[in-house]
């Protein structure tokens, strides 16, 4: 009988878990057997393998993170390290491994075919949607959900005491969360690593006065993505505070955006993406990841994933800069 395995990479994603579940159940149709990795890359070169059976998949589609664990592995760039991998892999008689992850995961998967001849197959799970090839990655629709109903509950506080907050969202090198996250919840300013020019500490806190001005009574809210200002959220409210002369409160979400339970959307995209996966081992794909793409599954060469040329829908960013000026600037008319 045929057997594959299975691990999740890297960060956590919320749907990581259904994906699981639709590998083994589509796999266990096909008269094909699973084996999960515990632990990422880690968890194969120490061989902590643990069988998947339909019937453990039962009810752990609606859990956040991913019951076979996750870690980072920067060993497994050397050689012998995914040479020990390739041997355990296949001492089990594994044809073909599934790797859940982001970019550093898929980095880790094309390592493996150099020394390791079976199939390797990627499917995008990362909050931070940032792979190119796919237009949506497992975990990001409800890492903005999450992020937004934080910033709702910062809002109202906000709102209460008439505060101005810097709100540091997740997305490593990539504006994707920020951008939805600033649309959704309305926000006065955002700060994403693809604005270019990016904006500058002068305009920033003209705005905040302007909007300080008009309506002394309100909140005010700016999303800044993670990674992108010299000290970070603190660094940036520091900063504003000394030049508004308003106390602008940093607020890191931090890694409550990639906790909780997967929306019905991350469910959905992950089970789609597990059948395609299965179905691509069974007509002989290698090295590729599978992806979501004009609203259907497509394969990409792993290779291409890492290039770095993933943009933001300019709609999207031209709908936010077109709405969060009005904010402060329409009392009493034009």
Not at 17 to 37: K, L, M, P, S
Not at 105 to 134: C, E, M
Not at 155 to 181: D, N, P, Q, S
Not at 254 to 280: E, F, K, S, T, Y
Request: hydrophobic share 40%.
């Amino acid at each position: 009988m045929k057997k594959i395995a299975v691990i999740t990479s890297g960060g956590d994603a919320p749907g990581m878990n259904a994906c699981i579940r639709a590998i083994v159940n589509t796999a266990w149709q096909e008269g094909i057997d699973v084996i999960g990795f515990r632990h990422g890359f880690r968890g194969i070169v120490e061989n902590l393998a643990q069988p998947l059976h339909p019937d453990d998949m039962r009810l752990v589609s609606q859990r956040g993170g991913t019951f076979l664990k996750s870690a980072r592995y920067p060993e497994f760039r050397d050689a012998a390290t995914a040479e020990a991998a390739a041997k355990q892999l296949d001492a089990h008689g594994i044809s073909a491994l599934i790797v859940i992850g982001g970019d550093g995961s898929f980095r880790g998967a094309h390592h493996l075919t150099k020394y390791w001849p079976k199939q390797v197959i990627g499917v995008p799970g990362t909050i931070d949607n940032d792979l190119t090839g796919t237009d949506v990655a497992i975990g990001f629709s409800t890492a903005v959900d999450t992020a937004v109903e934080a910033i709702d509950r910062v809002r109202e506080t906000a709102e209460a005491m008439a505060r101005v907050f810097i709100i540091e969202v997740m997305g490593r090198r990539a504006g994707f969360i920020g951008l939805h996250a600033a649309i959704a919840s309305a926000a006065e300013a955002m700060i994403l690593p693809e604005m270019e020019p990016q904006p500058k500490l002068a305009n920033l806190a003209d705005n905040i006065r302007q909007a300080r001005k008009k309506f002394p009574d309100s909140s005010y809210i700016v999303i800044l993505s993670e990674n992108l200002w010299p000290g970070g959220v603190h660094g940036l409210a520091e900063s504003l505070s000394q030049a508004t002369g308003t106390t602008c409160h940093p607020c890191p979400l931090g890694h409550i955006q990639r906790g909780g339970r997967p929306n019905a959307q991350d469910r959905i995209l992950a089970m789609q993406l597990g059948q395609a996966a299965v179905a691509a081992i069974l007509k002989g794909s290698n090295d590729i990841m599978v992806g979501f793409a004009n609203k259907q599954v497509v394969e990409v060469p792993i290779s291409r994933t890492f290039e770095r040329d993933k943009p933001l829908n300019q709609g999207l960013v031209d709908l936010q800069f077109g709405l969060q000026g009005v904010n402060f600037t329409s009392k009493n008319g034009r």
